[in-house]
């Protein structure tokens, strides 16, 4: 948090009271409703090998960024989560070199076509509003939707017949859905 601090002007910590004292500009999560990610877990299936309760911390991320940038204003923002360290003012390095019609970057393996490792990561992203409200709707759909979530299923089935870690989670759906949500 203080590299991050000493490169960029806006640094927030999202979490809950359990970290509220580890950084200044803290957003506590514990007294928000998160309407839009209970109306996810109504449909929602757990298909991985995590913990339910770990897995939801993923799902729930996601969330609980678009509520935070809604309440406070932000029409786009840098994600990292807190295991990345960086070392650049983002709005002055990455902002400036991202396409003028860029609404999400994220970071994505190449060559994913030929099995059902399907992964792109938002541990260091960057988000508008708008694509971070299309990616939760479509996150909330993929599990209502039977079509979309038979397609998850057989990855998930994938995982179990080739005792591969995993299965599906957000980062399944940020790729997933970067590859079929038309535009």
Known sequence: MKSAAN???TVVLIGDDTNKDFWQNHWDT??????KFQDFQKYY????????????????????LEKWMEDNGYKRIFLLDS????????SEEVYPILPNDCIAALMTRI?????F?????????YWTLEALE????????AYRNKNIRDKLQA?????INNHKPGGVCEMTLLIYGLKTIPK
């Open 7 to 9: 490169f960029n002007n």
């Open 30 to 35: 514990t007294l928000v409703e998160f309407d």
């Open 45 to 64: 299936v757990q298909m991985s090998d995590y913990s339910k309760k770990y897995e939801m911390a993923f799902w729930k991320r996601m969330f609980v």
């Open 83 to 90: 295991d990345s360290m960086t070392f650049a003012d983002y």
């Open 111 to 115: 060559n994913q076509e030929d099995n």
């Open 117 to 125: 490792r399907w992964a792109s990561s938002c541990h260091s992203s």
């Open 134 to 141: 299309d990616f939760t709707n479509f996150c909330i759909e």
């Open 155 to 159: 990855k998930w089935q994938w995982h």
